[in-house]
């Protein structure tokens, strides 16, 4: 694919007409035209989690666009992000375990993967026969 090189995240559009990628060292979300052969950058902002609605009109996506986590959406048709929901009060998983997500249920209502979970530390006295 032409300059797809330093892209990852590809999402196909449910047309298969575009595809959403995030750039490798900025993380700015990209998109690529499939019939034109051509990529545009869609944002300047550090996105994560790209993903379509089911109707292909919108990428949907979270950033710390305004210095909170939230989960945004973009118009495909021009470009401007709109805020759909605070992830701020969210507990996320910082670091190991099952990372971070956020995708979109099939009514296209966001999702987002949360910490609930503790941590416990168990001692065995094993004692063999």
């Known amino acids: 694919m032409n300059g797809s090189q330093g892209m990852w995240w590809p999402r196909l559009s449910p047309d298969n007409n575009y595809i959403a990628a995030l750039?490798?060292?900025?993380?700015?979300?990209?998109?690529?035209?499939?019939?034109?052969?051509?990529?545009?950058?869609?944002?300047?902002?550090?996105?994560?989690?790209?993903?379509?609605?089911?109707?292909?009109?919108?990428?949907?996506?979270?950033?710390?666009?305004?210095?909170?986590?939230?989960?945004?959406?973009?118009?495909?048709?021009?470009?401007?992000?709109?805020?759909?929901?605070?992830?701020?009060d969210v507990k996320r998983i910082a670091s190991g375990g099952v990372p971070s997500w956020t995708g979109l249920a099939p009514d296209d209502s966001p999702l987002a993967l949360r910490d609930i979970s503790t941590f416990e530390i168990y001692a065995l006295d094993w004692q063999l026969p």
Not at 38 to 50: G, I, S
Not at 76 to 88: F, G, M, N, Q, Y
């Open 23 to 88: 750039s490798v060292n900025t993380y700015h979300l990209m998109l690529f035209d499939v019939k034109a052969q051509k990529w545009t950058e869609l944002t300047q902002t550090r996105a994560l989690h790209p993903f379509w609605s089911h109707d292909g009109k919108y990428v949907y996506f979270d950033s710390t666009v305004g210095g909170e986590l939230a989960f945004y959406r973009l118009p495909i048709t021009d470009h401007k992000p709109e805020r759909v929901a605070s992830l701020k």
